[in-house]
């Protein structure tokens, strides 16, 4: 069984840093893309970074390109995303991603419960 | 950028349901669907603009290539409600819409 788990998430402050985890589990972690998506309370979904499965690949939306950083450890089966100069805009749900686990496509197959972020004073 | 419409659904068990999406440039036939409910992270339910995800039934369809496409829910049962996203997977950055909310009427 497949499973995504995020962790990281909480309270912190604007300007602030925080680092997500998603442990993964139950397919070969280092054959796909990951990403993190993100859901602002009572929004629509946004996607926010994707790294390749080789990892030597990142892409950024614009939103945090220059703040966020996503990177993998294969060898944990493990997707970060080191978020810097947090904003209000930031706080969100959000949900780590496999790409084309289930179906070999390019679509987001798996998904976290996801972990949310709170950008406040 | 990628347009629903409508944003809101209301419809009765065992009507039929059809929800639009348009994208701003073409995504070919990179377009996926995803199905949420309250609480719960996002669910795959049509890839790749008409293939059904394991396990979704058939009375889900997806049609449509390049900006136009279309999710068709033949016969609407009640775990069916919720709000669906489309996506597309053609060119950076990946993109959503901003979601359909199918309501019961």
């Known amino acids: 069984e497949v499973q995504l788990l995020e962790s990281g998430g909480g309270l912190v402050q604007p300007g602030g840093s925080l680092r997500l985890s998603c442990a993964a589990s139950g397919f070969t972690f280092n054959k796909y893309d990951m990403s993190w998506v993100r859901q602002a309370p009572g929004k629509g979904l946004e996607w ?4 390749s499965g080789p990892g030597d ?8 390109k220059g703040r966020f950083t996503i990177s993998r450890d294969d060898s944990k089966n493990a997707l970060y995303l080191q978020m810097n100069n947090l ?3 930031d706080t969100a749900v959000y949900y780590c991603a496999n790409r084309g686990g289930l179906t070999g496509s390019l679509s987001f197959d798996y ?5 949310l972020v709170t950008v406040s004073s | ?7 809101t659904l209301p419809v009765s068990p065992g009507e039929r349901a059809t929800l ?12 996926a669907w995803y199905q949420q409910k309250p609480g719960q992270p996002p669910r795959l339910v049509i890839y790749d603009t008409s293939t059904r995800a394991t396990g979704i039934p058939a009375r889900f369809s997806g049609s449509g290539s390049g900006t136009e496409f279309t999710l068709t829910i ?17 060119n950076w950055p990946l993109t959503f819409g901003g979601g359909t909310n199918i309501e019961i009427k």
Do not use: H, K
Request: hydrophobic share 30%.
């Open chain 1, 48 to 51: 926010v970074s994707l790294i």
């Open chain 1, 57 to 64: 690949a990142t892409y950024y939306d614009d939103s945090v």
């Open chain 1, 87 to 89: 904003r209000a805009e």
């Open chain 1, 111 to 115: 998904w976290g419960q996801g972990t």
């Open chain 2, 1 to 7: 950028v990628m347009t629903q419409s409508p944003v």
């Open chain 2, 20 to 31: 639009s999406c348009r994208a701003s440039r073409s995504v070919r036939y990179y377009l």
């Open chain 2, 74 to 90: 033949s016969s609407l049962q009640s775990e069916d409600f919720g709000v669906y996203y489309c996506q597309q997977y053609n």
